[in-house]
């Protein structure tokens, strides 16, 4: 197989949103700042409003047209058969390992993650699980002082991190601070997850961690690279320094293309590192932590595109790729897709709405007016269909849907277990972290944003 020189990469925004936070305004997946929330109000009963059917009809049309997307490109005679690939990813968990204490709807847990990497492999397709980093610590970076408690709850989250799956992770500077680089280097033997930094160097001028890790998913060579956002700060006194991240994985990337038909780049970085990533020849896709304020989940449309997830372990970001692995690929184009579901979900509510003129007129639905009256609108459909085939048909594709770990995602047994026996042990000590996430901040105090 020849490593394809530049991925071309499109992103379809299918962000699942329950009915209640939908209106007749724009379809959920297109107001930009939406949460993302569970899939399961998608299977709310009840009576039929025009809002509930033109949501239907929303995300008919975004199965359909991400159906054609990968299953319908690439197909014809002669051209490649996408190979697919589905990454799980998240980031910033910040030592939160349960559901948090959200009213009404208690979101995020390590248990909950371990079963949707579950049933996702079940789907068949090859799957990956990564994370951007800053799983360890809880707190703030400037308020908690590293000390045995630190360093047992760390240990306790990386261990979390190996039973949830995790194949490789970012190194983040609260991973660092809660259990020192010996100690994250020591976690990374025990565990068998790979913790990754093409920046952090040591005393002696080398580098601390692996760059990067290969990874085979089925008939793909994925390189993974992790990059570091600097914080002097944390590793103050040690010897330990941090190379610009940019040039960093310049380097890397440079080494791994020839022998990769995949690089990804799992990155706890600022928003101005992550975009200077993208001028970087031979990424093809760039895995985030929790957005700042004002950045959206995906980035515009030039590749390679940077996804970000949000933090806390509230959800998992899930990335399904189609990658088309050919030499002389066409140059990337920026496309999107929002427009032309948009347009579908449109052209649907009318074909909704001429049933019922024709059964209000009629007093029954008349095939034969219903086809005739009808065949323009299927016919501008046919059309948009066809421009999301050839679109589609240039070259490697992704879509991204952040899922909410809701209470309707029942707890791995197995994970479950390790929780409730570490939280009988904190509790026997009488110290450690509490169990079902903290949230709240001392009295009198705001909760500080997290360190990045």
């Known amino acids: 197989m020849q490593p394809l020189p530049s991925t071309t990469v499109y992103t379809i925004r299918c962000i699942c949103h329950t009915e209640e936070t939908q209106d007749d305004s724009d379809p959920p997946a297109l107001r930009?700042?939406?949460?993302?929330?569970?899939?399961?109000?998608?299977?709310?009963?009840?009576?039929?409003?025009?809002?509930?059917?033109?949501?239907?009809?929303?995300?008919?049309?975004?199965?359909?047209?991400v159906g054609l997307l990968f299953f319908c490109t690439a197909t014809r005679a002669g051209e490649e058969t996408p190979i697919p690939l589905t990454i799980l990813f998240a980031g910033d968990a910040e030592g939160e390992y349960a559901p948090c204490g959200c009213p009404g709807s208690p979101m995020g847990g390590f248990a909950r993650r371990a079963t949707v990497l579950r049933q996702v492999r079940a789907e068949g397709q090859p799957v990956l699980m990564l994370d951007t980093g800053n799983a360890l610590l809880r707190g703030s970076l400037v308020r908690i002082q590293p000390d045995e408690t630190t360093k047992?709850?760390?240990?306790?989250?990386?261990?979390?991190?190996?039973?949830?799956?995790?194949?490789?992770?970012?190194?983040?500077?609260?991973?660092?601070?809660?259990?020192?680089?010996?100690?994250?280097?020591?976690?990374?033997r025990k565990s068998g997850v790979a913790w990754l930094s093409a920046n952090i160097?040591?005393?002696?001028?080398?580098?601390?961690?692996?760059?990067?890790?290969?990874?085979?998913?089925?008939?793909?060579?994925?390189?993974?690279?992790?990059?570091?956002?600097?914080?002097?700060?944390?590793?103050?006194?040690s010897g330990v320094t941090f190379m610009d991240p940019i040039a960093a994985a310049r380097a890397v990337v440079g080494s791994l293309r020839p022998?990769?038909?995949?690089?990804?780049?799992?990155?706890?970085?600022?928003?101005?590192?992550q975009e200077a990533l993208r001028d970087i020849p031979g990424i093809d896709i760039i895995l985030a932590g929790t957005p700042e304020v004002g950045v959206p989940d995906v980035s515009d449309d030039r590749a390679?595109?940077?996804?970000?997830?949000?933090?806390?372990?509230?959800?998992?970001?899930?990335?399904?790729?189609?990658?088309?692995?050919?030499?002389?690929?066409?140059?990337?184009?920026?496309?999107?897709?929002?427009?032309?579901f948009r347009r579908l979900t449109g052209i649907r509510d009318e074909l909704e709405t001429l049933k019922t003129v024709i059964v209000e007129?009629?007093?029954?639905?008349?095939?034969?007016?219903?086809?005739?009256?009808?065949?323009?609108?299927?016919?501008?459909?046919?059309?948009?269909?066809?421009?999301?085939?050839?679109?589609?048909?240039?070259?490697?594709?992704f879509a991204?849907?952040?899922?909410?770990?809701?209470?309707?995602?029942?707890?791995?047994?197995?994970?479950?277990?390790?929780?409730?026996?570490?939280?009988?042990?904190?509790?026997?000590?009488?110290?450690?972290?509490?169990?079902?996430?903290?949230?709240?901040?001392?009295?009198?105090?705001a909760r500080p944003p997290p360190s990045r």
């Open 32 to 65: 930009p700042g939406s949460p993302p929330v569970t899939p399961k109000g998608m299977l709310g009963a009840g009576k039929r409003s025009t809002r509930k059917r033109r949501s239907m009809h929303y995300r008919f049309a975004l199965s359909v047209a």
């Open 152 to 188: 047992r709850h760390a240990a306790f989250m990386a261990d979390l991190l190996a039973a949830a799956g995790t194949q490789a992770i970012a190194v983040g500077p609260r991973d660092l601070w809660a259990a020192t680089a010996d100690g994250l280097r020591k976690l990374d």
């Open 201 to 237: 160097i040591g005393p002696d001028g080398d580098p601390l961690f692996p760059s990067h890790v290969r990874l085979r998913a089925g008939n793909l060579r994925v390189a993974v690279v992790g990059l570091t956002q600097p914080q002097p700060a944390v590793v103050a006194g």
């Open 259 to 273: 022998e990769s038909d995949l690089i990804v780049v799992l990155c706890n970085l600022l928003f101005e590192h």
């Open 304 to 340: 390679p595109c940077v996804v970000r997830v949000h933090g806390l372990g509230r959800t998992l970001g899930r990335v399904d790729l189609r990658i088309v692995l050919r030499g002389g690929s066409p140059p990337v184009r920026s496309l999107r897709l929002e427009q032309r």
């Open 361 to 397: 007129e009629e007093g029954r639905l008349d095939a034969e007016r219903y086809e005739r009256e009808g065949a323009f609108l299927r016919g501008k459909l046919e059309v948009l269909e066809g421009e999301i085939r050839a679109e589609g048909a240039a070259g490697s594709v």
């Open 400 to 445: 991204y849907q952040e899922l909410a770990l809701v209470e309707s995602v029942p707890p791995d047994p197995k994970v479950q277990r390790r929780i409730e026996a570490y939280e009988r042990t904190s509790a026997g000590r009488g110290s450690g972290p509490r169990p079902g996430g903290v949230k709240e901040s001392p009295a009198g105090t």
